[in-house]
C-alpha cells in the first residue's frame, strides 16, 4: 500500500481553506531534455507514468522506485477549483522540490524556484479558471557538485556516507485561498527578560491595512493587539503579561514546552481577507558571560542524537506526519532531549512536533562540495531560505551552516575559504540574531561562530579527559583534521562534541554495510561500548554532546534504530547510558 501525505503542509502557519494535491500525478523521464519542444507545459499533452506525490521517483514509495539517472522530470495533474473557491486569491505551495523547479498552470508559466529543500510559493491566481485546471511541473537536478546536495550522491552510485539521491518533488504540494492580501512572512522573536514578542509582518500584495493579533494561552486569551500597516513591511511589538508562578512559569523548555497560540488576520478597509494560525515559545538561547550555553538564563546541557532523516521507502521524505513524531518520542526515551538535523531542512512536522514535545533541534544547512563562485551563490541563496524558515520554530537553538568543511576543503589555511564561512555567519545573524551558530561544524572551526562543533570517531572513550582539555585545544587534531582553523583560536568558546559513536552491530554491518570503527557483537557489547564512550565524555569540559546516530540509512547501518526505525537496543538501558 503507498503511503499518503494528506495532513495540512505547514502546520506552522495554517490557513484553513486549502487543497492538497499530493497523490497521483502524470509522469514522464526526459532524458533528451526536449519537453518544452513537445508542448509539455501546455498542459495538453498527457504524461505516460504514474507517481505517488510527494515521492521521489527514486524510492518505492513513489510507486517507481528505481535507482536510475534521470537529469530532467515532468509532472501533471488537473485541479478542480469549485464554486466556493472562485473569486479568491490562490496560492500555490510547494515545501520541497529539487532541485530547478518550473511551473506551468493552464499553459501559463507561473513559478521558477532554484533549490532542493526550502518551501516555495506563488500566486496563481491570474493562470486559474473556474472547473478544471492543469498544473505540470518540471524538475532539473544535476549530478553537480556545486549544487547543495546534503548526503545526496552526485557520482551516480551511492558511496561512503553519501546514499540514493532524491529527483523532483519530495515534500507536500497544496493549494491555499485568500482574499485581497495575504500575510507573506510572519516573523516572532521573544524577549523573555520584558515579555515581549516581536517581528515584522510582510503582505504579499501590500493591500492589507491593517492587522490583529490574538494571543492565548492555555486556552484563555492573554493579548489582543490591532496594529496599522504600512505597506508590505511592517515592524511590530506586542507585551504579553506574565503568569506569577514560581520557577519559569510559561517559558518553553525540553521539561516545560509552554507555547502560545497566535490568530494572525489581515484587514482591507475593514474587512477580514485573511488569517493564519500559528505558536511560538517564550524563551532564550544565549552564551553567558563566562562563556557557557544557557536557555533562558540557565545552563543548558545538550544531550543530541544525529537524525539524517531518511526511510527506506521514502529516502527523505517522511512517510507520515506521526513517523516524525515517532521518531522524537523514540529518542527521548532514549535519554536525549534534542537532535542534530544532519544535511537537511526537515519537513515542518518534525519541528512543530518538537516545540510542543521540547525537543531541542539543531537546523543545517545541506552541504555542496565543489568550492567556486557558483558554490557559494548556491548555498548563500538557499540557506537563507532556509534560515528564514527554521525561525519560525521555538525547538532550532542552532544553526549550521557548513559541516567538515565539506565544500571549503582548504578552510584551515586559504582565506577565501574562511571569508565565506565568515558570510555565512553573518548573513544567519542578519537573520536571525535569537539562535547560536556552529559556522564550520566538525573541525577547522573559524573565529566566526558562537560554538565549537568536534567531531571524533574513537572506538572508546579512554583518553578523552586528557585529550579535550580546553588548553589544549587550539592545537589539537581530534580525528585527522585540526580543530582550529589557522589564525583563528577557540578563545573560552564553548564545545559541543557533535559527532562520535557510531557503533554498528556485527548482525547489520556485512557486505557493503558498515559502522564507525569496531562493530558490536550484541546488544549487550553495544551497551558496555556506549558505557565506556559515555564514562568519557562525561569527564570532558563539553556542553553537551551529539551520538551518531539515531537510524541506519541505507549502508550505514550504526544506528540505534533500523532502517525502518525499529528499536535495535533497550530504550531503558540506553537511557541509563545518554543521560549524564
Known amino acids: 500500500m503507498k503511503p499518503t501525505r494528506n495532513d495540512y503542509p505547514r502546520p506552522q502557519f495554517r490557513r484553513d481553506d486549502w487543497i492538497m494535491l499530493n497523490g497521483e500525478w502524470e509522469f514522464e523521464f ?39 539517472k534521470h537529469e530532467t522530470v515532468w509532472y501533471r495533474r488537473t485541479v478542480n477549483i469549485d464554486k466556493a473557491h472562485q473569486g479568491k486569491r490562490a496560492l500555490l505551495c510547494f515545501n520541497g522540490s529539487d532541485y530547478i523547479t518550473d511551473v506551468w498552470v493552464n499553459g501559463k508559466h507561473a513559478l521558477y524556484h532554484v533549490g532542493g529543500c526550502a518551501p ?42 553519501w546514499y540514493v539521491p532524491t529527483t523532483g518533488i519530495w515534500q507536500s504540494v497544496w493549494v491555499e485561498f485568500f482574499g485581497d492580501d495575504c500575510a507573506d512572512e510572519f516573523t516572532l522573536t521573544p524577549n523573555i527578560d520584558n515579555m515581549t514578542v516581536a517581528g515584522e509582518i510582510t503582505t504579499l500584495r501590500g493591500k492589507a491595512d491593517e492587522a490583529e493579533m490574538v494571543v492565548t494561552y492555555e ?39 509552554h507555547l502560545y497560540y497566535i490568530d494572525l488576520t489581515l484587514y482591507c478597509d475593514g474587512k477580514a481577507v485573511d488569517v493564519a494560525h500559528t505558536r511560538f515559545g517564550m524563551r532564550e538561547i544565549s552564551i553567558d558571560d563566562n562563556g557557557y550555553i544557557t536557555l533562558n538564563h540557565r545552563r543548558l546541557y545538550q544531550r543530541l542524537v544525529l537524525d539524517q532523516g531518511y526511510w527506506k521507502d521514502s529516502g527523505i521524505t517522511p512517510p507520515s506526519a506521526q513517523a516524525l513524531k515517532d521518531d522524537i518520542l523514540a529518542a527521548q526515551a532514549m535519554g536525549f532531549n534534542g537532535a542534530r538535523k544532519h544535511q537537511k531542512l526537515e519537513d515542518p512536522y518534525f519541528y512543530y512536533y518538537a516545540d510542543e514535545l521540547g525537543f531541542l533541534t539543531w537546523c543545517e544547512m545541506p552541504s555542496a562540495f565543489n568550492f567556486c563562485a557558483r558554490e557559494q551563490h548556491n548555498l548563500d541563496a538557499e540557506w537563507r531560505e532556509i534560515v528564514t524558515t527554521a525561525r519560525a520554530f521555538t525547538s532550532v537553538v542552532c544553526y549550521v551552516p557548513l559541516n567538515e568543511s565539506w565544500g571549503v576543503r582548504k578552510i584551515r589555511v586559504n582565506k577565501d575559504h574562511q571569508n565565506f564561512a565568515a558570510s555565512m555567519y553573518y548573513a544567519t545573524k542578519a537573520l536571525d540574531n535569537s539562535r547560536l551558530i556552529s559556522t564550520n561544524d566538525g573541525w577547522e572551526s573559524v573565529d566566526t561562530t558562537d560554538v565549537i562543533g568536534v567531531h571524533d570517531y574513537a572506538s ?48 547489520s554491518a556485512v557486505g557493503e554495510n558498515w559502522g564507525y570503527g569496531k562493530n558490536a557483537t550484541d546488544a549487550d557489547d553495544l551497551y558496555s561500548r556506549l558505557e565506556n564512550l559515555m564514562a568519557g565524555v562525561s569527564k570532558c569540559p563539553f556542553q553537551g554532546y551529539c551520538y551518531t546516530q539515531l537510524t541506519d540509512v541505507q549502508q550505514e547501518v550504526n544506528g540505534l534504530l533500523d532502517e525502518d526505525h525499529k528499536p535495535k537496543a533497550d530504550f531503558a538501558r540506553l537511557k541509563k547510558i545518554f543521560e549524564i
Open 30 to 68: 526526459d532524458d533528451n531534455a526536449d519537453g518544452v519542444m513537445r508542448d509539455l507545459p501546455s498542459g495538453k499533452v498527457k504524461l505516460g507514468k504514474k507517481i505517488n506525490v510527494p515521492f521521489a521517483y527514486q524510492y518505492e514509495a513513489s510507486g517507481i522506485g528505481v535507482y536510475e
Open 120 to 161: 516555495f510559493k506563488a500566486d496563481v491566481t491570474q493562470y486559474l479558471t473556474g472547473g478544471e485546471n492543469v498544473i505540470v511541473v518540471r524538475c532539473v537536478d544535476y549530478d553537480d557538485a556545486t549544487q547543495p546536495r546534503g548526503k545526496q550522491s552526485w557520482a551516480g552510485h551511492r558511496f561512503s556516507c
Open 219 to 257: 486556552g484563555k486569551q492573554v493579548k489582543r493587539a490591532r496594529i496599522s500597516l504600512d505597506g508590505k513591511h511592517t515592524p511590530y511589538s506586542i507585551a504579553i503579561a506574565e503568569k506569577d508562578e514560581v520557577g519559569d512559569g510559561t517559558l518553553w523548555s525540553p521539561q516545560w514546552p
Open 460 to 507: 572508546a572513550g579512554d583518553g578523552f579527559e586528557q585529550k579535550y582539555r580546553p588548553e589544549n585545544y587550539d592545537l589539537l587534531y581530534p580525528q585527522g583534521p585540526k580543530m582550529i582553523a589557522k589564525g583563528s583560536t577557540a578563545a573560552g568558546k564553548p564545545v559541543i562534541f557533535t559527532e562520535f559513536g557510531g557503533i554498528a552491530l556485527d548482525s
